[in-house]
């Protein structure tokens, strides 16, 4: 007889005590056969048992010897087993992901997109929201934020008097005045950087050091205090190659001299894009009463570290509170609160970044239930290969390893890929980024993203790989044989889940589906705005003239000459200047009073926003004069003053009242004794806060007679506004070389990047959702497919019965088509609830759009047809004879 | 004709086990009482040395044991030579070859 062997079925792995047991059944088999064998020769049984142990010699120490090798022997094997079976598993594994390329080039892709996105969006959100600013600890460095009458307000130079003075929770408080600087480097060129005026201790309460250098001393930021100014790491490399000795040299900033004491490393500035720092010196002006109503500035603060963020809140609030107890006009209903640095800078980021975030996380879901849904189905095929190597002795977990090691090789295969996605995805996220984000600007790959999104993805294959490996072992070998494949209760449940899985599936791509279509229509009516002015063929070109070497005979001088240059250069239509061009986000209003109107309180007067243009303006932006004149070259200084308004503020102050002979006194400069000035024509209504948002009322003035440091020009021309950059750029340049020229830009441009973020948002989401519906179509005709193969049997007989391929098809379709119905169901109750989500985001549509929301079903109706038109082809034209052969 | 038994030489318990397995698997019993009978009881082998091979060979992984039922229905650990061991034999059949060839050399007569 030939015994089992041991290489092909395995025993149970042996204890030290069994494998003690063993060995004395083994011994005493020997000595038994040997005590038989000599009675049988004719020795007694007693003497033939002393015999055998004779000849056996020593049994004590062999059984020390034995017992010693056995256990060393046993865990060798188990060693080398484990090795052999995870070899034979990979090997396996790779053999039968090879064998179905469509299901592995299926899963793959999947999982290589879930896990590319998830990453790519993950890691810019990530660097955005989650990561504190590196100032230590951040949640104590805070802003403040007042409100007046409800509305956002900024702080005074007597904020910086009131609080440090009041508040005993801070550790101090910080000026922090926005500085457009104008540095005039060594070579004569000047270049505009974003400059912050602060507190001299700006940089103790950030808690950080100077990369090179030192820092303002107390007291710099009092008058008096010599000119000193600390440039941040990227300015000192970029214009004086990162040398030491740039420290102690004086710098030209807007016509003054400024000595360059130190530099603030590259990820520690504050504010974030800040490049030049200086003291704020306020004037004794600035620093009296009179200047609390004069609001332009913030504040910066940090909590000391044993009081609570809530205690301070609450202490700057009461500080508002008494405040307005002393000032009570002007601080009406005036309140403070602190918000962190971090809360403060991400603010309005914050909604769009979770909303795409929670996109891709849908993205991912519906990736990870295909992968599901696609391991499912596959092991429903392999259930009689299941039920074969479990008869053969694997046992329950032997099959889920198995499976578990197909799942993780699609995982790591899929995330390899997805790397490379996740790359590729954050360059052209990066590139597409809209000038506002400047933080998602420094966001890069994050290791600890791509470690947690893999792992989500492998826990999934994991669970969703291994089920169908317990419901085989589960089952029973017999049953599963039996069963051979058709027909088994497992099957049923299988059904089912792969059934609710896709269900889920569509629900979530109709979700993301209406939230991008939402987004999409919200962008093409955005864009369907009429600016108000003209978009093609102007150029427009920034340039700052430094205040301090240009009095307003000197700018009128500049502006004149270059007009008159500007129009003379070839191709140029009409030429024209303004303080503030449309959509670029600056700015200024003033309060107001109408001649013969009478106002209870000085807050009750009116405002609106105030532009200088020169008389081209409305010509070359196209912006129509629709009563009265223009500004014209005589409304000059010495000329009396006239005023220009648009539509909006005739809407509004005006309404059934003629403008055109109307008084309006502009509180300029706050002179009370500012003379009342004549409106002498109304000109079209342009949007010039953003495209969404409704024009404002507002004053165009003479920019001869209220001339302003802030210039744009403005060209229209019939040749590409693009050729036309360097030759105005010269003229400039040759005008004044210490006039900086910025933001060379066409109209159509501006327009383009006033909406930058809105495009960026929405691209990304429906790119989103284009792949969650390519995902769940995938899902939806695996699931169809399927089921056709499991039903051909079924098939056949209706069509030996009779039934019309016609018929059969439309079978299957409608099967598809239900699912579809369910999932849409869903989706579009989960895309009305998430409605209100989105609706900030959201322009001329409302989240419950029905527009929307009936063309995602439709979208989704199409894509379910052909999911399941090509199955349902596949079915009807089954043969009979060999469908019920084949089984 | 030798009035003692003589002394097992080193090693050389090795060779005879894996030889006698060369005749297929068997218990250790099978083993002992195969040795014993080709060796007309020149050779003294008493049992503990010869399972102290038989499992130090498993050990090796010159042969493989697993249970199996024996002539008279008991359970027995059956050994088998594996591919290694048939590999092993071979050699050291070789090297024993030699040995003796030299030693007879010397023990000739010239």
Sequence with gaps: MRPPRRRFFRLPWRTRRQIRADLETELSFHLDMRVEALVALGLSPDAARAQALREFGDIDDARRYIGAVDTDTEAAQRRSEYMSDLWQDITYAARKLRATPAFTAAAIVTLALGIGANTAIFSVVDHVLLQAPPFPPANRLVRLRFTQQGHGDVATPMDIVDYPTQAKDFVGFSIIDSWTANVVLENGDAEQVRGVQVGAN??????????????????????????????????????????????????????????????????????FTAEAWTPRVFTAQELSDDSRGARWMSVLGRVKDDVSIDAANTE????????????????????????????????????????????VVLVLLIACANVANLLLVRASARETEMAIRSALGAGRGRLVRQLMTESVMLSVVGAAIGIGLAKLGMTVLLGHVPPGLVLVQRASIDSRTLAATTLVALAAGLLFGTLPAMQVAGRGVADALRGGGRGAQGKAITGRAKRAIVIGELALAVTLLSGAGLLLRSFNRLMAVDPGFRTESVLSMKMALPQSKYDSTGHRIFVRQLLERAAAVPGVGSVAMTNFVPLDGGGYGFTFNVRGRTYARPSDEPDAEVRQVTPAFFNTMGVPIVRGRGIQDGDAPGAPTVYLVNQTFVKRFFPTENPIGQFIRLGWGGDPNEPYCEIVG??????????????????YASLAQHPFSSLTLLVRTSASPASLATPLRSIVHDLDREVPVFSVQTMAERVASSVGRQRFYTTLVALF??????????????????????????????????????????????????????????????????????????????????????????????????????????????????????? | MATRPLDLLQGTLDVLVLRTLTWGPMHGYAVSRSIRQRTDGVIDIEDAPLYKALHRLEHAGFIAAEWGLSENNRKARYYELTAAGRRHLRAEEAVWRQYAAAVFKVLEPT
């Design chain 1, 202 to 271: 700006l940089f103790d309460l950030l808690r950080i050091k100077p990369l090179h250098g030192r820092f303002f001393r107390e007291g710099e930021d009092k008058a008096g205090a010599s000119n000193v100014v600390v440039l941040s790491e990227q300015l000192w490399r970029r214009d004086f190659g990162g040398d030491e000795s740039a420290i102690g040299k004086t710098v030209r900033i807007n016509a003054r001299s400024f000595t360059i004491i130190g530099v603030v490393p590259a990820e520690q500035r504050y504010p």
């Design chain 1, 316 to 359: 700057v609030r009461l500080i508002s509170q008494s405040m307005e107890h002393r000032f009570p006009e002007t601080y009406r209903e005036r309140r403070a609160q602190i918000l962190s640095v971090q809360e403060f800078t991400v603010g309005d980021l914050k909604k769009p970044l979770y909303i795409i975030l929670t996109a």
């Design chain 1, 682 to 699: 109304v000109v079209g209504d342009v949007h010039g806060e953003g495209l969404g948002d409704a024009p404002l009322p507002t004053v």
């Design chain 1, 769 to 887: 959702a284009a792949v969650a519906l390519v995902l769940a179509a995938v899902g939806l005709y695996g699931v169809i497919a399927y089921a056709v193969s499991q039903r051909t049997h079924e098939l056949g007989i209706r069509v030996a019965l009779g039934a019309t391929s016609q018929r059969i098809s439309t079978m299957v379709i409608r099967e598809g088509l239900a699912l579809t119905a369910v999932g849409a169901g869903l989706g579009i109750v989960a895309a009305l609830a998430a409605g209100s989500v989105v609706a900030s985001l959201l322009f001329g549509v409302t989240p419950r759009d029905p527009i929307t929301l009936t063309g995602v079903v439709v979208v989704l109706a199409a894509v379910a047809m052909v999911a399941s038109w090509l199955p349902a082809r596949r079915a009807a034209r089954v043969d009979p004879l060999v469908a019920m052969r084949g089984e």
